[in-house]
């Protein structure tokens, strides 16, 4: 039972990072975060929906007060289960991004032919996806490697 | 003191059982996870906010804060639970319990330094946002008292202590910020912050 208790609080904490992020990520102009990327108004209803839908379902079936030497979860075990699913929200909110805007990423304003090096941070997440960014980057350094080596 | 301390609890338990809307809603508030849930969410979301990386920065240290600040106040809640044993209300009264019965001790609370802690560090940046989570943890703390498992003196020692947990934390993050700011630059070259 107390696994249970553990799945759903889990759960819960998973469908509220990703409304967290998606509303942060609207706020934040952080485009390539986004699921609907073209509905930056529409997304920031759905993530509040989705932030009320997760508190209802984890609350209204009835009372979650239970002692952590029960069936409840203690401090501990509550911030690692916490920085679990959140983590898992945010890598699963940027892997599926980066797939579903694809094609919008690719064009990102940065030539690695020019030999600057891409963008640093989240900051660069508003003009491409996660994926674009982490390959710009590999290629950068993969490139550096390259020039060092020939030198 | 003890006795207002005591009439207060009493006054606020009073109200407790006489509506089955209002048990269910502090049911839910003086919930272990509601609270606090709620509050590390927002320091979730602050560590991506901000319209530069300058900005996101700044958000990133009050997330470092208050994760600090959570783990001083914790510490310091277990050093006064070890110098002072205070048995919880349910114990002391017949009163409705709306909470399933604690063993530790009642003195301070720790529910209160925690979100006083995170409201502390963020309302250092952000005043408003700040101040809707002392709001949040000051309803937490009511809603204890409510539930019948604190005193109010319970909850404002756990509060003073959050306080005090989150200010220390900030000072650090501080002194040492050459640490967070090396350590997010390594964050930022792999688009996590």
Known sequence: MQTAFLIEYIAWVFVSTIGVLQFVAVQSKLWGLLFLRSQPKATKICSILLLVFAFIWYFEPGDRNQPDTGLGLDANIQAFWFTMSAAAAAGTTLALTSITNHGWGKKHGWDRRLGEAPPIGLTWLSQTTYFHAIRARMTHRGRRAVDRAGK | MIELDHSVMLWLNGFAGNSRLADSVMQALVSDYLSPVLSSLVLLGLWFSGS????RYQN?????TGGIAIGFSNAMVMMVNGLIFRERPFVDYDISVHFYAPTDSS????????????????????????????????IWGLARVYAGVHYPSDIF???????????LAAGIVRILAFIPRNVFKAFRMIYIA
């Not at chain 2, 502390?120 to 700040?130: D, K, P, Y």
């Not at chain 2, 756990?158 to 005090?164: L, W």
Request: aromatic share 8%.
């Open chain 2, 52 to 55: 530069s990386n300058v900005e």
């Open chain 2, 157 to 167: 020692a756990g509060a003073v202590i959050g306080v005090i947990g989150a200010l």
């Open chain 2, 60 to 64: 990133q240290l009050v997330t470092l």
């Open chain 2, 107 to 138: 003195f301070p609370a720790n529910s209160a330094s925690v979100g006083f802690a995170i409201a502390t560090a963020v309302w250092l940046r952000h005043r408003r946002l700040g101040s809707a989570l002392y709001v949040l943890a000051a």
